[in-house]
């Protein structure tokens, strides 16, 4: 009877091992294990709830402060634990058969409304839901993520492409630097050249007055010289007809008088022997700069390449625009048009009056005018007034006011420059006809804050130019 009792008593005692993975806390096998720094273990909860009320943290079997600790998953804990339960048939928390947390019964539905598996005693609190098994409840909810996943996957090749545009406008913004670099060198050394041509013109001329004004003052040095000569000579001869005898000097008196006479003029001073400093040196900086206009443009509007269609090549000074043989590559920056061929002016106004040509030459089409800044640059567009843009244009042998409808104007001839005029003060903007002085059409609009010049060349092998203004200086 002893031993029975004794035996019963050994099987509901736990195993050496059972004991090594039981927590300390709660006296469970361990769930979600962590070390801290002593080596003791823990069930993660456990020791988040014993540390949850206490204004210091400590181990709660030796009581060494853990202030500051994070707690480490011990891991291998956690498989030992689970393999164990595993040989003794019990079930592992973390399985799939996990139970309803409200009716401790098996999950077996999935509520596609709200998206979890319940029990079969929860569909009275899901009332109206629709319902999947379990099993197929996966797939669902799969096909939804791979809908995100594929929605996601589009976002990031976007991503990444964006980036590539970025990468290639880093390239491109060094290229322009680099050229800009080259250019700017360029109008330098071209500058450079004329001012050193300017200064070598001035020593040259500076030299020849030098040596003109030299040659007069040695010429009349040498003058100067022979009437010395003469006269010493003429001392000398009356001194020694002075020595003559009383009554032979005498008698010689009279002619050796008239011999003492001088009868040349006096040597006089020369008039502006000096070089003339003023000419050389006065105001020099001016007359440097006044002579070097005919080396300089004037453009009263430069085309701005940031904004030129890639079916378009520009000129190096900005200054003329025509058709590209092929798509250039340039980045897709906001500020550009594309698919449209145009153009905008560099600079927009929002005051003043405003003047500049446009050589249109024999393209057989073209638009010239202004437009506001917020003119579609991404996709076609009709060109007329009530979309911001004030132009006229050429197109199938007519010439048109882009208005809407479109207004024909009658011309004389085929203008191959165009006179553009803008007064922001007063809201209007007019057409010339350059070559004859032949007004073509005038505007009168309410302008928005600013406007730009547009150019629209076609793609035609004429370039389309803005002609250089004239220098003119008013001196008071």
Known sequence: MAAAAEEEDVQERPSLLESDL????????????????????????????????????ECPVCRKCCDGEQPIPNRALKNTCESFQKEKGWRVPGALDVLCGLHQRDLQLFCIK?????????VTLHSGHDFL????????????????????????DSFKRMKKRYGDTVT??????????????????????????????????????EDEKKQ??????????????SLSELIQSVKREMGAEDLTFLQNFQTLKRR????????????KALINMAVHVGALGYKVWYSMQSHVKCLPVIMDPNTVSPWLSMS????????????????????????????????????????????????????????????????????????????????KGVYNALTTPRTVLTVERRPETIRVKLNMDKGEV???????????????????????????????????????????????
């Open 22 to 57: 039981t927590c300390p806390v709660c006296k469970e096998l361990f769930r979600d294990p962590v070390l801290l720094s002593c080596s003791h273990s823990f069930c993660r909860a456990c020791l988040e709830s014993s540390w949850k009320h206490r204004h210091s943290k």
């Open 114 to 122: 709200d998206e979890v598996p319940i029990c079969v005693d929860c």
């Open 133 to 156: 098994p379990l099993d197929q409840g996966v797939p669902f909810c799969k096909g939804e993520l791979d809908m995100k996943i594929s929605i996601l996957t589009q976002k990031l």
């Open 172 to 209: 491109f913004i060094q290229s322009q630097s680099e050229e800009a670099e080259k250019q700017i060198k360029q109008e330098f050394e071209r500058l450079h050249q004329v001012l050193r041509d300017e200064e070598a013109s001035r020593i040259k001329a500076l030299k020849k007055e």
């Open 216 to 229: 007069v003052v040695k010429e009349k040095i040498d003058s100067i010289a022979r009437e010395i000569n």
């Open 260 to 271: 003492a006479q001088w009868t040349n003029e006096d040597p006089s001073k020369i008039q």
């Open 316 to 395: 190096p000074d900005y200054a003329s625009v025509r058709d590209s043989p092929e798509r250039q590559s340039f980045p897709d920056n906001p500020e550009r048009f594309d698919p449209c061929v145009f153009v905008l002016g560099s600079e927009g106004f929002t005051s003043g009056r405003h003047r500049w040509e446009v050589q249109v030459g024999d393209n057989p089409k073209w638009i010239v005018g202004v437009c506001k800044e917020s003119v579609a640059r991404k996709r076609k567009f009709t060109v007329t007034t009530s979309g911001g843009v004030w132009s006229i244009g050429l197109s």
């Open 430 to 476: 007019s057409f010339w006809d350059a070559g004859n002085g032949r007004h073509l059409v005038t505007y009168t609009d309410k302008f928005p804050s600013k406007l730009f010049p547009l150019f629209g060349p076609g793609l035609h092998s004429t370039p389309m130019a803005i002609l250089p203004s004239r220098l003119t200086i008013h001196k008071q």
